[in-house]
């Protein structure tokens, strides 16, 4: 029966103290399960000290012998500091068995499978010390010396042998049947028993090699990175972590010399089940990148990066430059000595090949060895350059990148460009310049991330409902024009409500259950830990008491969207110190919804105020609800049953004696003196009410059943106006000598704000550009569809500003 085993991979800078041995033990228990295999490398510095110990013992170095002691010493002290007492006893014990067979070693005749022997101690202390440390923890685990199984003979670069290390594996393997196995990465055996190490980023290769043969389904290489990125996070700070790479992109990156991955690491990924996942053994929760075998049907770049310490090779040929150069790259290729980038020149018959310094030399003797064969008449070797590179799948055929790259390449000392055959990637080679600001430049550029904005509504009663209606059809519309990421993050009423900050829609909130209950300050730790770039409230409620909480939405540095008029209209000490809130922390405070519905009534006398006029008097009718009663009540329709249509066709407030008592009207008159520039409270306005004193101490429903009452007054108002040839309108009225009052007044029945359309508003602006005839704003002044408009146009403004 096939098992579904997982290979997991911790590199020395994952094992280099006793706490790094107990994080990776940690990962060890959490993300594998029995018959998992861990390859591990030698613990930090190990392989460095063990290559130093043998250039000191080659040197006849009397400092070998410390520095071997130095190391067991650092060994010891780590099996210590990781097992009890009878654990550690064995190990130690083997250390100085050890320790002694080192020694020996250096005395003997230090040649390539000697110094490789004395290599594999690194990896063996690790793998032995981890697999101790797992089985004390209850996590019952073996260790294998990879060199039972792993066959490769010593060159350059040692490669397995796949159909003799199959079977060995196999049979190594079954003898440990039930118990997670951690394998020493990097080293392996020859023919004839003697150590062979892997070479180069040996560990990783050994890694995705052992799941080969294993079958593994998947290869996990921690390390102290969480995976690629779209950049050098070190050098971009807005690189975002990639979490998926296809493998032919991730071997771009490999091939044209990039440290993330070694080519060699990636090879066993194509005739093997496994995918790879990166990821980081400090932060297991920081995300990963899972490199996979699909096809990608991308048409971008997804990672810019760069590689330094490039070196140049410039080919001459004496004959056939086409076919020698064509022949000669695909001869290096062959032998994994591809350059990284390269440019054929057919006008002066040259060759240039872009190489890292770690391969050069090696490419540089193949290329000397094949020189007569190429007809190479010329070898030219140049330092100090570096590769600029996009890589993604069809980034080739991506012509918004292409010019990009092209053009920021353009302002620099530029070698040439080249893009690869299988358009994964397009690659500069520059002289050597300072890389950070051209990468941050082209990443800024090419990868801009687009603003998150998350939106929390409180209120979905009359208006609330509407605009989330409106929000759901122009959602997608208004985050492509403003190339951002909306989400509708929450939406409460005044007992609970959803948040989710994957995102709500329509159907989720009518079909599914609150999940979350309003309860202050409690919220506010839920909203702070939001995931968004910007995150702002919509207030569609008329609530005071959640108007208290602005000033701790400022200081969160949430946006504020506003129908609520309470805030607006409150002591001016805690208007200005909200508005001062804001500004502080960055936020806006929007409120075009609270005076005039729709009407641009605000954003004109601002616009006025910034040009440099000076608003001397404001009048007008501010309330729908009253006009649409009285430019209709001509005494045949009870006032009453007016009013209720007003209140069906929600115009009025939650408590439509808001509306008769004159209150809205005198806070939204405040609202518009305070944008004036007058400083004002309630109290300062006059107020005559519609509401008798017996019918204010009720509760609504009890009102709405008692408002026949205001009939017989209304009535009366009414017919001593038409005695007097007048009208009856609710006006309000602030001029600069801060006089202002809201109330009923009998107006002769021609003048202008006796003539509107029912539920019409009429702003009247005097300045001192509109002296005599002052300039008039008039339109439905509440009502769904215009208020829902209004906190859209709002939303609207929000996302402009901060694209
Ligand atoms: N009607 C109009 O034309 C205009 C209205 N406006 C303003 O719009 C606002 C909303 O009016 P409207 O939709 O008619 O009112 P509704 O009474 O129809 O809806 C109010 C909503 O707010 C919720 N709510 C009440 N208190 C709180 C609270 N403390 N926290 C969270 N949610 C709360 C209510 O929840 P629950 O159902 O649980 O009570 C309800 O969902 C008002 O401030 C009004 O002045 C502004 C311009 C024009
Ligand atoms: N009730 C208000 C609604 C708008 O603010 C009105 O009638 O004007």
Same mark, same amino acid.
């Given at each position: 029966m096939s098992v579904n085993r997982h290979v997991h991979k911790f590199g020395g800078s994952s094992l280099a103290d006793a706490g790094c041995f107990k994080r990776v033990a940690a990962i060890v228990a959490k993300h594998t399960q029995a018959q998992d295999l861990i390859v591990v490398s030698a613990a930090g510095k190990t392989t460095n000290r063990l290559i130093n110990i043998i250039e000191l013992a080659k040197q006849a170095d009397n400092a070998a012998a410390d520095a071997l002691k130095g190391l067991i010493e650092f060994q010891s002290k780590l099996v210590n500091e990781l097992l009890n007492e009878a654990a550690a006893k064995p190990i130690l014990a083997a250390l100085d068995g050890e320790h002694h067979q080192i020694a020996s070693l250096l005395e003997g005749e230090l040649n390539a499978f000697t110094c490789n022997e004395v290599l594999s101690f690194g990896e063996r202390w690790s793998a032995r010390l981890l697999a101790a440390l797992l089985s004390a923890l209850d996590c019952q685990a073996d260790w294998l010396d990879s060199r039972q199984f792993f066959k490769a003979e010593l060159s350059t670069q040692p490669q397995v042998d796949v159909a003799q290390s199959a079977p060995l594996l196999a049979s190594c393997l079954a003898d440990k049947p039930a118990c997670r196995v951690v394998v020493t990465g990097f080293i392996c055996s020859d023919s004839e028993q003697r150590t062979v190490t892997l070479g180069r980023n040996g560990s990783d290769y050994s890694a995705t090699e052992l799941a080969a043969l294993a079958d593994a389904v998947s290869t996990t290489i921690w390390s102290d990175v969480a995976g690629i990125y779209s950049a050098d996070p070190r050098l971009v700070k807005d690189a975002v972590l990639l979490e998926n790479l296809a493998l032919a992109e991730a071997a771009e990156l490999s091939r044209i010399g990039t440290s993330v991955l070694h080519a060699r690491t990636l090879e066993p990924l194509a005739r093997s089940r496994q995918k790879v996942n990166l990821r980081c053994s400090y932060a297991p929760n920081d995300g990963q990148t899972l490199i996979h075998r699909k096809g990608t049907n991308s048409h971008s770049a997804k990672i810019v990066t760069s590689v330094d310490n490039v070196v140049l090779l410039e080919l001459t040929f004496t004959q056939d430059f086409t076919l020698n150069a064509t022949a000669l790259l695909e001869a290096l290729a062959s032998h994994h000595l591809a350059p990284a980038t390269r440019h054929k020149h057919s006008e002066t018959g040259s060759l240039r090949m872009a190489y890292t310094c770690e391969l050069v030399d090696e490419a540089l003797a193949k290329i000397d060895q094949l020189a007569s064969q190429f007809h190479i008449q010329k070898i030219n070797r140049s330092e100090g350059y570096s590769l600029v590179a996009l890589v993604g799948a069809g980034v080739c055929d991506n012509p918004q990148q292409c010019y990009q790259f092209f053009q920021h390449l353009? *302002?620099? +000392? &530029? *070698?040439f460009i080249h893009s690869s055959a299988d358009k994964l990637s397009l690659c500069a080679v520059v002289r050597k310049i300072t890389l950070e600001p051209l990468l941050k430049d082209l990443h800024s550029h090419l990868f801009k991330q687009k603003t998150k904005l998350g939106l929390v509504v409180f209120g979905k009663g009359n208006i609330g409902s509407q605009w989330l209606e409106l929000f759901d059809q122009q959602q997608t519309t208004l985050a492509q024009q403003h190339e951002l990421e909306l989400s509708l993050a929450g939406v409460f009423s005044s007992k609970a409500g959803h948040l989710d900050f994957a995102g709500l829609n329509l159907e989720q909130l009518d079909n599914t259950e609150a999940n979350t209950p309003l309860i202050w300050p409690e919220l506010f730790d839920k909203l702070k830990r939001h995931p968004y770039d910007e995150l702002a409230i919509l207030d569609i409620t008329a609530s005071e008491a959640l108007s208290a909480y602005y000033a701790e939405f400022a200081r969160h540095g949430f946006h504020l969207i506003t129908a609520n008029k309470h805030a607006g209209a409150s002591e001016q000490a805690n208007y200005t110190a909200l508005q001062q809130a804001f500004s502080d922390h960055g936020a806006q405070w929007l409120?075009?919804?609270?005076?005039?519905?729709?009407?641009p009534v605000q954003k004109s006398i601002q616009s006025l105020r910034e040009s440099g006029d000076e608003i001397h008097a404001i009048s007008g009718i501010f309330s729908g609800t009253l006009s649409w009663l009285f430019q209709q009540y001509d005494g045949t329709v009870a006032f009453s049953d007016l009013l209720a249509d007003a209140l069906n066709q929600g &115009?009025? *407030? +939650?408590?439509p004696r808001e509306d008769l008592s004159g209150k809205d009207v005198q806070r939204k008159l405040l609202i518009l003196a305070r944008e004036a520039g007058l400083e004002l409270e309630l109290a300062d306005i006059s107020l005559s009410s519609l509401v008798p004193e017996h019918l204010e101490a009720l509760s609504v429903e009890q009102f709405l059943d008692a408002m026949s009452e205001l009939d017989q007054s209304m009535l009366e108002a009414f017919n001593d106006a038409k005695r007097q040839g007048k009208v009856i309108r609710f006006l309000a009225t602030v001029n600069k000598k801060e006089e202002a009052e809201v109330g009923l007044s009998a107006i002769d029945a021609l003048h202008p704000f006796a003539n509107l359309k029912p539920c019409d508003n009429v702003f009247a602006i005097e300045s001192l550009w509109y002296k005599q005839n002052p300039l008039v704003i008039q339109g439905p002044g509440a009502g769904r569809e215009v208020t829902a408009g209004a906190i859209q146009a709002d939303l609207v403004s929000l996302c402009k500003s901060i694209k």
């Open positions: 353009a *302002e620099q +000392p &530029l *070698e409120s075009n919804a609270t005076v005039g519905a729709g009407l &115009l009025t *407030e +939650p408590d």
